[in-house]
């Protein structure tokens, strides 16, 4: 029917993970090494056009630092869609990964579509044993937990639109 869905999504994770890097590959199709951290959350937009549906993604890209883990309620609470990330080399954030999944399913909308997302598998690729978080374990815990699951390189692009174009897929038709 030609109309755009807006869908609130938002970003969550470990800083340091790739998380406005994975938003300014997609929104903005680029890649640069040395960004200022987000301070607080910064707000892009996207469109993903999908079959016959055009979906408008309104992005919330949170600073992962401790200290504004009181605001994310804020971002998360009215959001139709989360991506949690973590960083494929550090096991560390695989686990603030799923912590951040707990609290969604308990805090955030019912329906919510939540995609977890290993970032930086371009490290893996140059070096295997740069690699901490096995792809098979994060799959497995994805599944159980019903969450869509990617390994994504904001880096190389890729699997990055990948994420966007399966929770687009998943947002039920209003
Ligand atoms: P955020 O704090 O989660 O928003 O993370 P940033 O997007 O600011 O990225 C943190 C650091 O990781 C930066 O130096 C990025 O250049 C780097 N980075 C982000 N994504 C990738 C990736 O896919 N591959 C590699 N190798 N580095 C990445
Ligand atoms: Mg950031």
């Given amino acids: 029917n030609g109309k755009a869905a807006n869908v609130k999504l938002v970003l969550l994770g470990e800083s340091a993970v790739g998380k406005s890097s994975l938003v300014l590959r997609f929104v903005n199709r680029e890649y640069s090494e040395n ?24 992005i919330w890209d949170t600073a992962g630092q401790e200290r504004f ?7 998360y ?11 494929i080399t550090k096991s560390a ?5 799923k912590s951040w999944v707990k609290e969604l399913q308990r805090q955030a909308n019912q329906d919510i579509v939540i995609a977890l997302v290993g970032n930086k598998s371009d490290l893996a690729e140059e070096d295997e044993a740069e690699r901490q978080v096995q792809t098979e374990d994060a799959k497995a815990y994805a599944d159980e937990s019903d969450l869509l699951f ?5 880096k190389s692009a890729q699997n990055v639109d ?7 897929e998943k947002i039920p038709l209003e």
Avoid: W
């Fill in 35 to 58: 960004r200022e951290p987000t301070i607080g959350a910064a707000f892009l937009t996207q469109k993903c056009h999908l079959n016959d549906r055009t979906i408008k993604f309104e």
């Fill in 69 to 75: 883990h009181s605001l994310a309620p804020m971002y």
């Fill in 77 to 87: 609470r009215c959001a139709q869609a989360a991506v949690v990330v973590y960083d």
């Fill in 93 to 97: 954030t695989l686990e603030k990964a």
């Fill in 150 to 154: 990617f390994e994504t390189s904001a």
């Fill in 162 to 168: 990948s994420v966007f174009a399966a929770i687009a």
